[in-house]
Nanobody
């Protein structure tokens, strides 16, 4: 599965960005999709994910209430709306997909589960 992310950039603290993850060759609604991020010197961590079938969503505690993951099946795209960004959100963000049903956030925080990855998009939160 080819995944392409877009939407990263520089934003001030308190600002918003929306990331997109678009798939080619397959219907992304048949996949569980996760957003991960990796900051310099830190391990890759799961941020949010959306399951296939029922579109259940799961979030890392630090982004709950600020980030929203969603799908647009007509566009074959998964979005990550990020509001009230802070400097701890600065990282390279990746989307990942695997044809699985996701039932807990634990799955979303385990990179090895996901076999398809995008190239990443950088987000810098700075004043």
């Amino acid at each position: 599965v080819q995944l392409v992310e877009s939407g990263g950039g520089l934003v001030q603290p308190g600002g918003s960005l929306r990331l997109s993850c678009t798939a080619s060759e397959v219907a992304l609604d048949s996949y569980g999709v996760a957003w991960f991020r990796q900051a310099p010197g830190k391990e890759r961590e799961g941020v949010a994910c959306i399951s296939r079938n029922d579109d259940s969503t799961y979030y890392r505690d630090s982004v709950k209430g600020r980030f929203t993951i969603s799908r647009d099946n007509d566009k074959n795209t998964v979005f990550l709306q990020m509001d009230n960004l802070n400097d701890e959100d600065t990282a390279n963000y990746y989307c990942a997909a695997e044809p699985i049903t996701i039932r807990t956030f634990v799955t979303c925080d385990w990179p090895r589960i996901f076999g398809s990855w995008g190239q990443g998009t950088q987000i810098n939160v700075s004043s």
